[in-house]
């Protein structure tokens, strides 16, 4: 089945304003990417959602593909203190199911 | 937006005993999907369905089964719950046509079995 692995794989820690690289590899053929944020109690907020290889955009936040790498990147950029917590990525591959990495948590400190 | 909702929020039970988790969704989607997610890790697959009557078996399916009575309602049953079953589950919708598949989520519902 498809494997997917983010990086960093646990735990990220930045200071207030600067950028953050997550990345999400798979194994197999992708058909669109969704990235998620999780609240400390759970709730999962969708992010991003990126068709085939398309770059997406929302505020602070950037998602590309390189698709000759089945590898795709979350971009945070100007990072603030509320966004810590935990993003998840999640390749899209046949029958419409979605395959979550574990997760990587970040936390942002003042 | 996308509605999607769950019930209950929050359960307790013994080992051994009977759960329904039950979603709704409003938006008419045709896919529903159940994932449970466990500390430390990603979502995984339990059951899925395409349509009212349709079931489809996801990546952890043991120990589960599920009914889609409706466009809008997709149910988990456990019917022998076991303490490996304590975890958190989601609902999740798409309308899953052509190219555009984004799923959307429920609350979650937190489960404990003793």
């Known amino acids: 089945g498809q494997q997917v692995q983010q990086s960093p794989p646990a735990s990220l820690v930045l200071q207030e304003g600067e950028n953050a690289e997550l990345q999400c590899t798979y194994s197999?053929?992708?058909?669109?990417m969704q990235w998620f944020y999780q609240r400390p109690g759970g709730r999962l907020v969708s992010l991003l959602y990126?068709?085939?290889?398309a770059e997406q955009r929302g505020g602070r936040l950037t998602s590309s593909a390189a698709s000759n790498e089945s590898r795709s990147s979350l971009h945070i950029s100007s990072s603030q203190i509320t966004d810590s917590g935990t993003y998840l990525c999640?390749?899209?591959?046949?029958?419409?199911?979605?395959?979550f990495g574990a997760g990587t948590r970040l936390a942002v400190c003042p | 937006e996308a509605a999607v909702t769950q019930s209950p929020r929050n359960k307790v039970t013994v080992t051994g005993g009977n759960v329904t988790l039950s979603c709704r969704q409003t938006?008419?989607?045709?896919?529903m999907y159940w994932y449970r997610q466990d500390t430390g890790h990603g979502l995984r697959l339990i059951h899925y369905?395409?349509?009212?009557?349709?079931?489809q078996i996801g990546d952890v399916p043991d120990g589960y089964k599920a009914t889609r009575t409706t466009q809008e309602d997709f149910f988990l049953l456990l019917e022998l719950a076991s303490p490996s079953q304590t975890s958190l589950y989601f609902c999740?919708?798409?309308?899953?046509?052509?190219?555009?598949?984004?799923?959307?989520f429920g609350p979650g519902t937190r489960l404990t079995v003793l």
């Open positions: 369905s395409y349509g009212a009557g349709n079931l």
């Open positions: 990126s068709p085939s290889w």
């Open positions: 938006n008419s989607h045709n896919y």
């Open positions: 197999t053929t992708l058909n669109s």
């Open positions: 999740a919708s798409s309308d899953a046509r052509g190219n555009y598949a984004e799923q959307f």
């Open positions: 999640a390749p899209l591959g046949s029958f419409n199911k979605l395959t």
